[in-house]
């Protein structure tokens, strides 16, 4: 599967932004699905996944109450809403897919990755 992720730019403090993952190749619904983000010099984090069941979803601490995940298989896409957008949001963000039953939401259960879309939030 290849994935696309878009919808990425400049916004100020406190606005919004959609991500989009789209995928090509194999649908989308046989996979779980990441967000993952990466500022200059720090290592590359998850900050939300949704599984294949389209149920579970996971958000780390920062982003819980701002950031929602979400998937459309019908049009194989997986998206991340992201509103209240602060300065440390700055990252470039990719989406990821996974096939792993357990590790469903880290950097090491995922099989396949997008290119990266930048997030630039300014103060």
């Known amino acids: 599967v290849q994935l696309q992720a878009s919808g990425g730019g400049l916004v100020q403090a406190g606005g919004s932004l959609r991500l989009s993952c789209t995928a090509s190749?194999?649908?989308?619904?046989?996979?779980?699905v990441a967000w993952f983000r990466q500022a200059p010099g720090k290592e590359r984090d998850v900050v939300a996944a949704?599984?294949?069941?389209?149920?579970?979803?996971y958000y780390v601490d920062s982003v819980k109450g701002r950031f929602t995940c979400s998937r459309d298989n019908a049009k194989n896409t997986v998206y991340l809403q992201m509103n209240s957008l602060k300065p440390e949001d700055t990252a470039v963000y990719y989406c990821?897919?996974?096939?792993?039953?357990?590790?469903?939401?880290?950097?090491?259960?995922?099989?396949?990755w997008g290119k990266g879309t930048q997030v630039t939030v300014s103060s």
């Open positions: 990821a897919a996974s096939t792993n039953v357990l590790y469903w939401n880290t950097v090491d259960g995922m099989s396949y």
């Open positions: 190749g194999r649908a989308i619904r046989s996979y779980s």
């Open positions: 949704i599984h294949k069941n389209t149920i579970s979803t």
